[in-house]
């Protein structure tokens, strides 16, 4: 299979995998100008699929990044109309949303914490019905991601320029299982997986998780009626789609105020084009209440002071170490891939679909229940072969969830 006959197939896995367009369905895109081709060739196959109108909103690095660093502060505290007006007129409508990420990981190092922490509260204020649409599944919606040439020399720095490029489309190919014969059928196997481990989780109805590793010392409560899902999602309607992609995790809600000890991540996570990494968050009754970092301690500290929910738990998420992201001993900077590649948390908003009743609920009702709300969702990374997890039974028995990072049943 040469490169373009790939290409295509990322295309049309994107629009009847990821998304499932359904006919006469409004899509919207959101990419940048570094995914230009491929975005054409989406916009081809959705159209194909059936999609009445698709919608492409481009943004050029260069420009956000001039934009950050020469706007004036208030600037960063007023949210535009337009975005807002679209994304309802697409909720209203049952259409779904598309993210082509080709971002620089270090695209906006250097600018005032204080303006990205800003921009990160005014966003999520404006743009909260869409937010809570997204994470609820009311809507189907997909994220995956081509190279751009920043993002393929901050992957591949050892390699010669002309070579980065195409290392990092042969390493995202090979993560969403293109190019091993048929990649839909590829991925409803990879799902049903998934779908499984997910069920056996449920069948558990574990009360804790427990954390064991170097810098890690956690336990984890769960909601009596906490759902464990893998990355296969379904709209109201009974439209699938899949939200990540790849994906490798199967996820769950922690209880907010359930959360104890100290945790240290593995991976650096990239955060508004800032890499955070080498930090540490030490939880007290859900609470973060000490958090230390060797790089980004600024953006970190903006990032769990953000609102109050910003400060606890929102996901818990468990992948192997032994995966086909992990296995690759390639470190993405891009939390679409590394978080498919280890165990993970998110602070923040929760899920509500991961818990039993709760998919319609109001945000005062979800907190009456134990789950957390927030303005932001952030995946940490903290997988690794030295990785333990128990699950801890009603009765107060543990049994072995993970051993040295990988399953143990």
């Not at 809570?132 to 040439?149: C, F, H, L, M, R």
């Not at 953000?306 to 400060?311: C, F, N």
């Amino acid at each position: 299979m040469n490169f373009q006959e790939k290409l295509e197939q990322y295309a049309e896995l994107t629009v009847y995998v990821g998304l499932n367009v359904q006919k006469g369905q409004f899509v919207v895109i959101n990419t940048t100008t570094d995914t230009l081709e491929f975005t054409r060739l989406v916009v081809k196959k959705a159209y194909e699929a059936g999609a009445k109108r698709v919608q492409v909103n481009y943004e050029d690095p260069v420009l956000t990044r001039t934009h950050f660093e020469l706007a004036p502060e208030d600037a960063f505290k007023e949210f535009p109309q337009w975005p807002v007006v679209q994304r309802d007129e697409v909720i209203n409508t049952g259409g779904c949303f598309l993210w082509i990420d080709a971002e620089d990981p270090d695209l906006l190092t250097g600018i005032p914490a204080k303006r990205l922490a800003d921009w990160q509260k005014t966003a999520g204020k404006a743009l909260e019905r869409y937010r809570q649409a997204v994470g609820t599944d009311k809507v189907a919606w997909s994220i995956v991601a081509i190279p751009s040439p920043k993002w393929a020399q901050k992957v591949f720095p050892e390699l010669p320029a002309d070579q980065q490029m195409e290392a990092l489309w042969q390493a995202i190919f090979k993560t969403v299982r293109i190019g091993e014969g048929n990649a839909v059928e590829a991925w409803k196997n990879h799902i049903a997986f998934l779908e499984k481990r997910a069920a056996q989780l449920n069948d558990k109805r574990y009360v804790k998780l427990q954390y064991s590793a170097p810098g890690t010392d956690l336990t984890i409560e769960l909601p009596d009626k906490h759902i464990w899902m893998s990355g296969a999602s379904k709209t109201p309607q009974g439209n699938p789609f899949i939200a990540n992609m790849p994906t490798e995790e199967v996820y769950t809600v922690p209880l907010k105020h359930g959360v104890d000890g100290t945790v240290r991540n593995t991976k650096p996570l990239v955060y508004q084009g800032n890499v955070i990494d080498g930090f540490t968050l030490t939880f007290e009754k859900g609470k973060i209440v000490d958090a230390q970092a060797e790089t980004g301690q600024e953006l970190l500290n903006e990032m769990i002071n953000a609102d109050e929910g910003a400060a606890y738990l929102g996901e818990v998420a468990l992948v192997p170490h032994h995966s086909p992201i992990s296995d690759s001993n390639i470190l993405f900077y891009n939390t679409l891939f590394d978080e498919n590649a280890s165990n993970h948390l998110a602070i923040g908003d929760s899920y509500p679909t991961c818990y039993e009743g709760a998919r319609d609920l109001e945000r005062k009702q979800l907190a009456a229940i134990g789950l957390n709300t927030s303005l932001v969702h952030e995946d940490f990374m903290i997988g690794s072969s030295s990785m333990d997890i128990d699950g801890i039974m009603a009765d107060g028995s543990k049994e072995p969830i993970f051993r040295n990072g990988n399953w143990a049943f």
